[in-house]
């Protein structure tokens, strides 16, 4: 029933009114949707903080407000909840640290060439700067 639930896609600008069920500060997509947030020109008003994906959904299904999701999770919602794209895509930094002395090891360096390919292959990142 929420206005913006019969949209293909909108402008992030268009929910700058809504509650947010959002995550929280322990991590790091808290402060990548702040960021969005703050690019599309308000800061949201935010009514829940929860890193459980079933809690925000169930919350938003409740009608307690929006929330974020990576396209990955949005794709089958286990609640009645809308998924509406937005036109301007939020970027997340993933990194992968290693200790410096691993660096000589083949087994660890082996293991990064791994994991970034792996991750190049799922389309998440189109290059590294792993030496």
């Known amino acids: 029933e929420h ?3 019969a949209r293909e ?3 992030l600008a268009e929910a700058a009114d809504e509650p947010f069920v959002f995550y929280s500060m322990a991590g790091s997509l808290y ?3 702040m960021e ?3 690019s ?6 935010i009514v829940c903080y929860s890193d459980h994906a079933p809690t925000r959904f169930s919350l938003i299904s409740a009608g307690m407000g929006v929330g974020f ?3 990955a999770e ?3 919602p286990p609640y009645h909840v809308a998924v509406v794209k937005l036109r301007r895509k939020i970027r997340k930094n993933i990194v992968l640290a290693v200790p410096g ?9 082996a293991f990064c060439q791994f994991i970034l390919q792996w991750v190049r292959d799922l389309g998440l990142i189109k290059e590294s700067r792993f030496k």
């Open 40 to 45: 599309a020109g308000f800061r949201p008003n």
């Open 36 to 38: 969005a947030c703050k």
């Open 3 to 5: 206005p913006l639930a």
């Open 69 to 71: 999701f990576p396209q």
């Open 74 to 76: 949005a794709k089958h």
């Open 101 to 109: 002395r691993s660096r000589g090891i083949p087994v660890a360096m």
């Open 9 to 11: 896609e909108i402008d």
């Open 31 to 33: 402060y990548t949707c």
